[in-house]
C-alpha cells in the first residue's frame, strides 16, 4: 500500500468540521471519486469528526490517499485522547447513544465506506479508521 498525499487536520471546535469535510471533499475530487462516492465519503468524515469534537473532546484527523494495486482510495484516521467507549459492541448497534442522539454515527459511517475499524481504550480515547476506493 502507498500514500501520495498525506496530512493532518487538527478537530477542537465545530469550524473544524467544516474544514475537515471540505478537504475530504477536495481530495475526493482531485483522485476522481464519484459523487456518490465522494458523498459517503463526506458523511462518513462529519459522523465521525462529529463523535470525536462531542465524546472525545476533539483530535485529529489523518488524511492519505492510499494505492493498494490497480485501486486508489482515501483513508482517513480519526484519533481523540477522550475517555474511550466503554463498549465497542454495544456503540456500533443502531440506535445506541450515550447523548441525544439517534446512535447511528458510528453504525451509519461504518455503511458508508469499504473498510472501518474501531480502537477504543476506557480512560485513554478512540482510533476510528474508515477507507472509501474511489471505485467501491
Not at 500514500?3 to 475530504?24: G, H, K, Y
Not at 493498494?68 to 443502531?94: C, H, N, S, T
Amino acid at each position: 500500500m502507498m500514500a501520495t498525499i498525506r496530512e493532518s487536520l487538527i478537530v477542537q471546535q465545530e469550524r473544524d468540521l467544516v474544514v475537515c469535510r471540505n478537504r475530504v471533499k477536495e481530495v475526493a475530487v482531485k483522485i476522481g471519486m464519484g459523487i456518490v462516492n465522494q458523498t459517503k465519503l463526506i458523511t462518513a468524515t462529519s459522523e465521525i469528526a462529529r463523535n470525536m469534537l462531542i465524546y472525545g473532546g476533539g483530535g485529529v484527523m489523518r488524511l492519505e490517499v492510499i494505492t493498494r494495486g490497480k485501486q486508489e482510495g482515501i483513508q482517513l484516521v480519526f484519533e481523540d485522547k477522550g475517555p474511550g467507549i466503554a463498549d465497542i459492541q454495544k456503540a456500533m448497534q443502531d440506535g445506541f447513544t450515550t447523548g441525544r442522539t439517534l446512535g447511528m454515527g458510528l453504525p451509519g459511517a461504518k455503511r458508508l465506506v469499504n473498510e472501518f475499524t474501531i480502537q477504543s481504550t476506557f480512560g485513554k480515547g478512540t482510533t476510528v479508521k474508515l477507507l472509501k476506493w474511489k471505485n467501491g
